[in-house]
């Protein structure tokens, strides 16, 4: 089974609403990374979180970690059509040399 | 700075054959990892590649190989295709090693249709 798991699988919501997403996972990491794919495109960076750090911020999204619960959530406050996308969270294990490790990810539908 | 360039972007091949896909890291990007994206797996990692040395590898089989040269620019090789290899291939490179804080930037991918 993959290291991070998200949830919900699939996000519908209006413009101008908040999308929020889950990402669990099993074993300590270095840090969590979260980032966005357009259908059928490369992946894109979006967040870098150690795993001493709890909260990050930049532009409209807003990542949380607790290493306690080993889960991150991804917060899109304001959603435009344009975030339309699917968003992959992606773990640094310690345990696994290190490699990022993708989740299955969340499709997320912002309908204008 | 001109971003990490897959190609081919798209390709059809048959059973059996081989297939090499090419990928340009970002300049000064030393590590070179591949990815493989189906609708069923998943990302899922395949290899990769730092100075010209397999640092990590994934549970694929001995038909997906991979090499990194001397300015950073690497292949992967698929020998004797399968239905099931048919996915989106995905290079990304970073200035250091996978993990460990570095971030990495991915290409456009190759999509590879096998029939």
């Known amino acids: 089974s993959q290291q991070g798991e998200e949830d919900p699988q699939a996000l519908s919501i209006q413009e101008g609403e908040n999308a929020t997403m889950n990402c669990s996972y099993k074993t300590s990491i270095n840090n969590l990374q979260w980032y966005r794919q357009n259908s059928g495109r490369g992946l894109v960076h979006l967040i870098l979180i150690r795993s001493n750090e709890r909260e990050k911020h930049s532009g409209r999204l807003r990542v949380t970690l607790d290493t306690s619960k080993k889960s991150s959530s991804l917060l899109i406050t304001a959603s435009r059509a344009a975030d339309t996308a699917s968003y992959f969270c992606a773990t640094d294990v310690k345990a696994a040399g290190n490699k990022l490790t993708f989740g299955g990810g969340t499709r997320v539908l912002v309908k204008p | 700075k001109a971003g990490v360039t897959q190609t081919p972007r798209y390709l059809i091949k048959t059973r059996g054959q081989q297939v090499t896909l090419s990928c340009s890291p970002i300049?000064?990007?030393?590590?070179v990892s591949w990815y493989q994206q189906t609708p069923g797996q998943g990302l899922q990692f395949l290899f990769e590649?730092?100075?010209?040395?397999?640092?990590n590898k994934g549970n694929f089989p001995g038909r997906f190989s991979g090499r990194q040269f001397s300015n950073s620019r690497s292949e992967m090789n698929v020998s004797t295709l399968e239905l099931g290899d048919s996915a989106l291939y995905l290079c990304?490179?970073?200035?250091?090693?996978?993990?460990?804080?570095?971030?990495?930037?991915f290409g456009e991918g190759s999509w590879l249709t096998v029939v």
């Open positions: 990304a490179s970073s200035l250091g090693v996978q993990g460990l804080g570095n971030t990495i930037y």
């Open positions: 300049s000064g990007h030393r590590s």
């Open positions: 590649y730092f100075s010209e040395t397999q640092r």
